[in-house]
């Protein structure tokens, strides 16, 4: 068995609710196995508040979370990553900055909550299910066994995860 710590990036448009979920989830749920990040291509400059309620309603930290660009994650004194994953459709269609170390990465591409508009209820349910949506991806990641699969077979168990819904 490995001690290694996986970095993983994930990356969607504005940073402010899907990608920021997913650092705040693997941060919690990897238990050192994995360290996540998160980044947009036009980040928001600030995380919804939706966001933030969600995570602190289900016991995940939220300080330290915050709207931030890729290209922090590109410059040669960034931590290395091992995944980025977007997961937004838009991100994953941009051309994307060059990683550090060239790690794998795949398409978990989910609904953005906070482009939904609305009442406050339909706001809510979005926000509700993408956080089941990434929450059961993010429970599939931490029980990969990584160190045993080959880079092939790795590769498509991720964009596996990338196709589970709820």
């Known amino acids: 068995m490995t001690s290694m710590t996986y ?3 994930f990356i969607c448009t504005g940073n402010s609710a899907r990608s920021i979920m997913a650092e705040a989830m693997l941060n919690k749920m990897g238990a050192g196995r994995f360290r996540g990040y998160s980044a ?5 400059g600030q995380v919804n ?8 309603r289900h016991h995940y930290p939220t300080d330290g979370l915050r709207s931030k660009n890729w290209s922090e994650f590109a410059a040669s004194d960034a931590p290395r990553m091992n995944f980025v994953l977007t997961v937004c459709d838009k991100a994953a269609g ?7 170390g060239q790690p794998m990465s795949a398409h978990w591409g989910v609904e953005d909550p906070a482009a939904v ?6 706001i809510k ?3 509700r299910d993408t956080f089941m949506v990434l ?3 993010i429970t599939l990641l931490t029980t990969l066994p990584i ?16 196709q589970i819904s709820s």
Do not use: M, Y
Not at 40 to 44: D, E, I, L, V, Y
Not at 94 to 100: F, Q, S, T, Y
């Open 125 to 127: 349910k979005a926000f």
């Open 49 to 56: 508040s939706n966001t933030i309620e969600l995570l602190e």
């Open 147 to 162: 160190d045993k699969l080959d880079k092939l077979k790795l590769q498509e168990a991720l964009k596996g995860i990338g």
């Open 94 to 100: 941009e051309v994307c900055p060059i990683w550090p």
């Open 117 to 122: 508009k609305g009442s406050q209820d339909a």
């Open 135 to 137: 929450n059961r991806r």
């Open 40 to 44: 947009g291509s036009h980040p928001a």
């Open 7 to 9: 970095n993983v990036l």
